[in-house]
């Protein structure tokens, strides 16, 4: 019902900069029940990890690792989710995966629905 599509990942040298976009498509009445976006990553051989999350009210969380460089933000109706990444390291390389939890509200079933996206390759060399 809704497509998660990922881009702006690439090389970068420590130090660097990117930027990540993530734009949801689909049913409209889905994308505005998106309550929460964000991006998760995964590296060779480790487990996918939760990057940043965003309310629909706009409140943030963070994994320790990231915060101070990283801002997830998103605009257009929850249409678009951002992930600003500064002050990027080599060990943040990972295949960055956006996502968005549906909630179709309390009486539905199930109530809460994620949708994936194929993932953006981000490597950063030193």
């Known amino acids: 019902q809704v497509q998660m599509v990922e881009s702006g990942g690439g090389l970068v040298q420590a130090g660097g900069s990117l930027r990540l976009s993530c734009a949801a498509s689909g049913s409209i009445f889905s994308i505005f029940r998106l309550n929460n976006m964000g991006w998760y990553r995964q590296a060779p051989g480790k487990q996918r990890e939760l990057v940043a999350t965003?309310?629909?009210?706009?409140?943030?969380n963070y994994t320790d690792s990231v915060k101070g460089r990283f801002t997830i933000s998103r605009v257009n109706a929850k249409v678009t989710v951002y992930l600003q990444m500064n002050s990027l390291k080599p060990e943040d390389t990972a295949v960055y995966y956006c996502?968005?939890?549906?909630?179709?509200?309390?009486?539905?079933?199930?109530?809460?629905?994620?949708?994936w996206g194929k993932g953006t390759l981000v490597t950063v060399s030193s």
């Open positions: 996502n968005g939890l549906e909630d179709k509200g309390a009486r539905a079933t199930p109530r809460f629905v994620n949708y």
């Open positions: 965003i309310s629909s009210g706009g409140s943030t």
